[in-house]
Structures are given as structure tokens and as C-alpha cells.
């Protein structure tokens, strides 16, 4: 039952390779899937089309991190059907008020256009869900959050399942008993959400596909910025 899962747990099931789902968001009841063969990023691997690029150097949006989180996660579960119930809704809001779990939005003329969420574990990221309400939104949200953990250290991007969408960007599935060796490994290492100075340029975003963060620099347009408190994946059904 919902009830008996809290925020610790959560935490526990994660570290094991498990994550939750609802059947609905009217199920009240959460199950634990560890898939046979999960999706992950490369984190050295993410692509960036010449349209993506385009979009991200156009600049005529804004990136916060961890400023509307509830937002985020409210968005990715606006669709007729979905695996984010009011159970799982409490239990990340109560990971991101203890600083474990992170969003990151993308906003144009005030309105939020996409997003992502997920949590914050060593030096994996596990992500959640992802949306987008406008062209790009939620491919210009994966390519700040895929910069942005190249630069804080981490070293596993999970995204549970692999769609299309998220293959056609460069993740790829692993087997099982792969991902768990590769979690061990990241569980026993460091990561910054928030690394510290990090302000990267549209530029140097849409440069790094292929390869690590860029220094960290001043930025203009386009820029991070929100809270640094110490947030994705698309479940098979759920495709951006």
C-alpha cells in the first residue's frame, strides 16, 4: 500500500535497481519494476540534431533548476494516461524537500514549456519523467540536465525504459545485471546537482554531445539559474 512506502525506502528500492509505478493515476496502489533490460544514457553519448542545436543557441528561453518542481511533476502526469498517482506525486515532492530529488524547467515568456525530474543518488541519476508543451521542450530540458550532469561528476544517467524518443537521442538498454553493476559503482561515488560555479552558456550546451561539460562560465540568456539545494525518463507509455 502506498501508505507503507516512505521517502527512506524509496531510497533503499532505489539503491536495489527497483523504481515504482502505478497501474493509473487512479490506482492506489504503487509496484516495484526492476526491468530484464533497462534504458540508460551514456552520458558522453547524448545527440544533438542541427535543429536541437539550433533551438538551444536560439536562446529565447530560460532554464531554472529545482524552481517549480510540483510544477514539473504535475505536467508529466497532464496525460490521459499515466503511471504518476497522488502516492507517488507526496512521495518525490517529500525526496525534493529534503534535497534528493531535483527538476529542472524550462520557461519561454513565463510559461513553463518543458521539464524534467528525477533523484540524486552517489553519482546516479535516476530519471523520472520528462515533458513538453511546446517544440523541443522537453529535448532542450534533457540536453541542460545531460551538461549539467557531466559537469556535477556523475557518472549513471538511468531512464528505466527506453522509448523511441529517448533512443533517438542516444540511450541505449542494458541488461539487468549490467545496470546493477553499473549502479554499485555509481552508488559509491560523489555527485553535484549543483556543481559549484556552474553557469554554462547555450553554446557550450549545444557543443557538448559528444563530449564532457565545458568549463563552467558566465552566462546570458538562456542561463541556469533557481535553487541549489541538495528532480527521466519516460515510462514506456509516456513518450515526449
Same mark, same amino acid.
Given at each position: 500500500?502506498?501508505?507503507?512506502?516512505?521517502?527512506?525506502?524509496?531510497?533503499?528500492?532505489? @539503491?536495489? #535497481?527497483?523504481?515504482?509505478?502505478?497501474?493509473?493515476?487512479?490506482?492506489?496502489?504503487?509496484?516495484?519494476?526492476?526491468?530484464?533490460?533497462?534504458?540508460?544514457?551514456?552520458?558522453?553519448?547524448?545527440?544533438?540534431?542541427?535543429?536541437?542545436?539550433?533551438?538551444?543557441?536560439?536562446?529565447?528561453?530560460?532554464?531554472?533548476?529545482?524552481?517549480?518542481?510540483?510544477?514539473?511533476?504535475?505536467?508529466?502526469?497532464?496525460?490521459?494516461?499515466?503511471?504518476?498517482?497522488?502516492?507517488? @506525486?507526496?512521495?518525490?515532492?517529500?525526496?525534493?524537500?529534503?534535497?534528493?530529488?531535483?527538476?529542472?524547467?524550462?520557461?519561454?515568456?513565463?510559461?513553463?514549456?518543458?521539464?524534467?525530474? #528525477?533523484?540524486?543518488? #552517489?553519482?546516479?541519476?535516476?530519471?523520472?519523467?520528462?515533458?513538453?508543451?511546446?517544440?523541443?521542450?522537453?529535448?532542450? @530540458?534533457?540536453?541542460?540536465?545531460?551538461?549539467?550532469?557531466?559537469?556535477?561528476?556523475?557518472?549513471?544517467?538511468?531512464?528505466?525504459?527506453?522509448?523511441?524518443?529517448?533512443? +533517438?537521442?542516444?540511450?541505449?538498454?542494458?541488461?539487468?545485471?549490467?545496470?546493477?553493476?553499473?549502479?554499485?559503482?555509481?552508488?559509491?561515488?560523489?555527485?553535484?546537482?549543483?556543481?559549484?560555479?556552474?553557469?554554462?552558456?547555450?553554446?557550450?550546451?549545444?557543443?557538448?554531445?559528444? #563530449?564532457?561539460?565545458?568549463?563552467?562560465?558566465?552566462?546570458?540568456?538562456?542561463?541556469? +539559474?533557481?535553487?541549489?539545494?541538495?528532480?527521466? +525518463?519516460?515510462?514506456?507509455?509516456?513518450?515526449?
Amino acid at each position: 500500500m502506498p501508505d507503507q512506502i516512505t521517502p527512506d525506502l524509496l531510497l533503499r528500492a532505489y @539503491a536495489m #535497481g527497483l523504481f515504482p509505478m502505478a497501474r493509473s493515476r487512479e490506482d492506489p496502489d504503487l509496484h516495484w519494476i526492476d526491468p530484464r533490460r533497462r534504458g540508460v544514457f551514456p552520458l558522453e553519448g547524448f545527440h544533438i540534431s542541427r535543429s536541437l542545436r539550433r533551438a538551444i543557441l536560439r536562446a529565447d528561453y530560460q532554464v531554472t533548476v529545482n524552481r517549480d518542481f510540483a510544477g514539473v511533476v504535475a505536467a508529466c502526469a497532464a496525460r490521459e494516461e499515466t503511471w504518476i498517482n497522488p502516492a507517488i @506525486a507526496a512521495l518525490y515532492q517529500a525526496l525534493h524537500d529534503r534535497g534528493q530529488a531535483h527538476s529542472l524547467e524550462v520557461w519561454r515568456d513565463g510559461a513553463l514549456i518543458g521539464g524534467v525530474y #528525477g533523484v540524486a543518488l #552517489g553519482a546516479a541519476f535516476m530519471g523520472e519523467s520528462m515533458f513538453s508543451r511546446a517544440t523541443d521542450g522537453s529535448k532542450i @530540458a534533457l540536453a541542460w540536465l545531460m551538461h549539467r550532469l557531466r559537469a556535477g561528476g556523475f557518472t549513471l544517467f538511468d531512464t528505466q525504459f527506453l522509448t523511441p524518443h529517448l533512443a +533517438s537521442l542516444g540511450a541505449v538498454e542494458i541488461p539487468r545485471a549490467e545496470y546493477h553493476r553499473r549502479l554499485a559503482r555509481a552508488l559509491n561515488n560523489p555527485a553535484r546537482f549543483d556543481p559549484p560555479g556552474y553557469q554554462p552558456l547555450p553554446s557550450s550546451v549545444a557543443g557538448s554531445a559528444a #563530449g564532457s561539460a565545458s568549463s563552467p562560465s558566465l552566462s546570458g540568456r538562456g542561463s541556469t +539559474s533557481g535553487s541549489t539545494r541538495s528532480g527521466t +525518463s519516460q515510462r514506456r507509455t509516456q513518450t515526449s
